[in-house]
């Protein structure tokens, strides 16, 4: 018993003894599981692809927006307006530039040349009445046409005047002394094609406040226009307010706003008319000297 109890002491102390070598024991074995993600955590990256870390030579640039388009300066101006040229595209309504249109030709008599867009009397009879879907609630008011037969004669003719329903679209009301130009007034009906023009000599618009305005309320009616009107705005505290257009060819300010001040008016083309130092003077039409350009 003594001889097996020896041989066990001898080994254990000989085990106790290589444990305690340098190198030896468990730490000269393969790295545990937690040390391997320890040491994969801890390596220096071998490339940061963070934008922030690039060379600013290789980092993406922005894309710059195209340069805005300059805003168009005034090119003219006279006296208490100025002419400027706002967005090319057409504003216009039913009636278009450049666009034929067909339709009958019927006459009335015109008296002094008043009419529905209460221009009021006129010593040029080379008038007519827009019927009612072209007339497009005064849309067309002011507007040169360009009126031809299938015999070769025209006229040109400013609208002044509605012609209501059942008067047909593409159908004109000329007066007596414009449809003589083109056929003899027994014709009674006559086929015609007609488009917009802009004419040569019209001279310089006014503005005209209608009768009973005050600061409080107004209306602003554009007269002697050579293009047809698309929008009037008045300068007020907060900026240009666009008004609202009457059938009877005025534009309104329900409540004073910005009446006798600025007034700004576009044509069909985006062309801008300001015009300053209009006061309400109802009933009385203030000569500017501003016009549209002839297209």
């Not at 006296?79 to 706002?86: D, I, K, M």
């Amino acid at each position: 018993m003594g001889i097996p109890f020896a041989l066990v002491a001898v080994s254990l102390l000989a085990c106790l003894a290589v444990a305690l070598l340098p190198g030896g024991g468990a730490d000269s074995g393969p790295p545990t599981a937690a040390s391997t993600v320890a040491s994969r955590t801890n390596a220096p990256a071998t490339a940061d692809t963070r934008i922030d870390a690039m060379p600013s030579a290789a980092r993406p640039q922005p894309t710059s927006p195209p340069p805005a388009s300059p805003t168009a300066p005034a090119s003219r101006s006279a006296g208490s307006g100025t002419h400027t040229t706002a967005t090319p595209a057409s504003r216009a309504g039913r009636i278009k530039p450049s666009v034929t249109y067909q339709g009958v030709a019927t006459s009335y008599d015109a008296g002094d040349g008043a009419g529905a867009c209460l221009y009021g009397p006129s010593g040029d009879v080379m008038i007519a009445a827009m019927n009612h879907t072209d007339y497009e609630s005064a849309k067309a008011c002011g507007a040169y046409v360009l009126v031809r037969a299938a015999n070769g004669a025209s006229i040109t003719v400013r609208i002044v005047n509605e012609c209501p329903l059942p008067c047909a679209p593409g159908q004109l009301d000329l007066s007596h002394e414009a449809f003589a130009k083109l056929a003899d007034l027994s014709r009674g009906r006559l086929p015609i094609t007609w488009n917009l023009v802009s004419p040569g000599t019209p001279g310089t618009i006014s503005i005209r406040y209608k009768a009973g305005s005050t600061k409080w309320w107004c209306g602003i009616q554009v007269i002697g226009h050579r293009n047809p009107v698309a929008t009037l705005e008045v300068r007020t505290t907060n900026g240009w307010r666009r008004l609202s257009r009457t059938d009877y060819n005025y534009f309104l300010s329900p409540d004073g706003s910005g009446c006798g001040g600025a007034i700004r008016v576009t044509d069909i083309y985006g062309e801008q008319l300001t015009i300053d130092g209009v006061a309400v003077r109802p009933d009385v039409a203030q000569p500017a000297d501003v016009q549209f350009a002839r297209h």
